[in-house]
């Protein structure tokens, strides 16, 4: 499990990183100025989370359970939230279809993150 989520952590940066080079080159001409930088916030939370990814499955004091959990929650919930605003930027899917799902996917992240300060929490307690 964790070197799956070693993967894809490495993937989400490694797309960040393009997606971002893309934004800032063959976008920059083509979107407005609020669409680029909802495109930016994409990219800026998908690499934030890449590199959550990666620390929450090399840190050896987090419990497998926690790995797993936390990993799932933050890559669903980077494809979610990232991928959706990709999408609306993009105009690829009109925001009026998915708008509930940028939040979802936020929701997962904002849970990933607390999961992770109940465990620092609970093992400094032990």
């Known amino acids: 499990m964790n070197n799956r989520f070693l993967f894809i ?6 797309l960040a990183v393009v997606f ?3 934004g800032a080159h ?3 001409e083509v979107l407005t100025t609020t ?7 994409a990219v800026r939370y998908q690499m934030y989370h ?3 990814l990666l620390f929450v499955n090399s840190y050896s004091k987090f419990s497998k359970k926690i790995q797993k ?3 799932l929650l933050i890559s669903i919930g980077v494809i979610l939230f990232s991928g959706s605003i990709y999408a609306i930027a993009l105009g690829t899917i009109p925001a009026k279809y998915i708008w509930f799902i940028t939040p979802l ?3 997962l992240l904002i849970t990933a993150w607390l999961l ?3 465990s620092f929490y609970r093992s400094k307690r032990t």
Do not use: D, M, V
């Not at 952590?9 to 490694?14: Q, Y």
């Open 105 to 107: 996917g936020g929701l």
């Open 116 to 118: 992770l300060a109940i």
């Open 9 to 14: 952590g490495s993937i989400f940066g490694f």
């Open 69 to 71: 959990n936390c990993s």
């Open 50 to 52: 890449a590199l959550l």
């Open 26 to 28: 063959a976008l920059k």
């Open 20 to 22: 971002g080079a893309f």
């Open 35 to 41: 669409q680029l930088n909802s495109f930016e916030t």
